[in-house]
């Protein structure tokens, strides 16, 4: 069935919602459209979260099938793939998503599960559902920032007023399920109409060894089953399979870096190889996206080549007053780091190159990333 989309505010369709009493739906003289909110979290630009796939499964089917693990070759319901970016439908922007579907006349909640990009997954469940994804071959470089929207309680809805989809604490909500490292330049006030930085190259060394950077290559589902109440049954999606991330990638940023400036440099979506998934201590517990138990080592460690470019930016100069710098670092100390020697799920790890005259400098930290409250970092004076 063709997808419909229609951009529109909120207050109408409550309106017309509020017009329907209860007996009118019970006697099937009015439908209800199932319209919903989606956002990615700790991701404020619109631009964020393409392509997602939401899947909507029947209340039976989604704790009796979908929740125990008996889901293999289960279809939804309905199945909807978003015409824009994810965050194009947030609730705080008014701007809802309609599909061609009507919630059931009976009031039975409906639930809804998903992932993204769906152009980089493939559903890979022997029997045609999606119980596991397949990442496809040309996004297995690290380069793809995998999501999953959860299954729980406030992802599902029904035809009643009080519990429709578009309700602010329905908003279909997606996580990531990697690591998001991150690099950023910036230079030292004393070089501000002095000394220039562009063309810098920024190599990861990432040999093969223990705790290896890795890129998913296939998903897996991943269940909370409360056998004594239902309302805290919960999926989500962890990596199963991965391959290592390739050594010697490099990011290039050409531009110079402006005063006042930090721009970004790089980023890559991976994780630490033999992170196991699970409840018990030493282990990473997918749905509350914490390490259970106590870290053995406090950080995570990184090795990198930084090359730049350092030229004379005094007025008149040439542009042929120039040299190339080299620096080979290795970074072993994340401030705000709570995440162990492990690059985990759901952890942004941020650094910061500061170029000053006498070399480079380094800051970097590990926040949560899966936070629902959106974050921004400040960038601090460095040291060594």
């Not at 069935?1 to 006697?27: D, P, S, V, Y």
């Not at 796939?53 to 070759?73: C, P, T």
């Not at 995570?300 to 930016?313: D, G, R, W």
């Amino acid at each position: 069935m063709k997808q419909i989309a229609r951009n529109t505010f909120i207050g109408t369709l409550a309106l017309l919602l509020g017009a329907c009493n209860q007996a009118e739906h019970l006697e099937g003289g009015e439908e209800v459209p199932i319209a919903f909110h989606t956002r990615v979290v700790s991701e404020g630009s619109q631009a964020s979260g393409e392509s997602a796939r939401l899947l909507f499964w029947s209340d039976a089917d989604f704790h009796e099938k979908w929740i125990i693990g008996n889901g293999v070759g289960l279809k939804p319901r309905y199945t909807v793939l978003l015409d824009k970016e994810i965050n194009h439908y947030t609730h705080e922007s008014k701007i809802y998503y309609q599909t061609p579907y009507t919630y059931p006349y009976n009031f039975e909640k409906i639930h809804a599960t998903g992932y993204a990009p769906d152009y980089a997954l493939t559903p890979a469940d022997t029997q045609g559902g999606y119980t596991e994804l397949a990442v496809n071959e040309e996004y297995q470089i690290g380069n793809t920032d995998l999501l999953t929207c959860d299954g729980r309680l406030s992802h599902s809805a029904s035809m009643n007023p009080e519990n429709i989809f578009l309700r602010k604490e329905k908003e279909l909500q997606f996580r990531h399920l990697t690591a998001k490292l991150s690099f950023y330049g910036t230079r030292h006030p004393d070089m501000y109409g002095l000394v220039g930085v562009r063309n810098i190259r920024i190599t990861i060394h990432n040999p093969a060894g223990d705790k290896q950077l890795v890129v998913p290559t296939r998903l897996k589902l991943y269940n909370y089953d409360d056998a004594d109440d239902k309302q805290k049954d919960y999926s989500t999606y962890i990596a199963s399979e991965t391959t290592p991330y390739p050594d010697g990638s490099k990011f290039v940023h050409t531009p110079i870096i402006a005063a006042y400036d930090t721009p970004e440099l790089g980023t890559c979506y991976v994780l630490s190889d033999g992170i196991e998934y699970g409840t018990e201590d030493g282990q990473f517990e997918p749905i509350e996206g914490k390490w259970k138990g106590d870290f053995r080592n406090p950080h995570p460690s990184l090795k990198i080549t930084i090359e730049a470019e350092l030229y004379n930016a005094e007025q008149g100069s040439g542009a042929e007053s120039s040299v190339q710098a080299k620096w080979e670092k290795e970074v072993t100390d994340w401030k705000e780091s709570y995440t162990g020697d492990m690059f985990l799920p759901g952890y942004e790890y941020k650094v910061t190159l500061q170029f000053d005259r006498l070399g480079i400098a380094l800051r970097a930290e590990a926040v949560p990333w899966n936070s629902e409250e959106l974050h921004e970092y400040p960038v601090h004076p460095i040291t060594e």
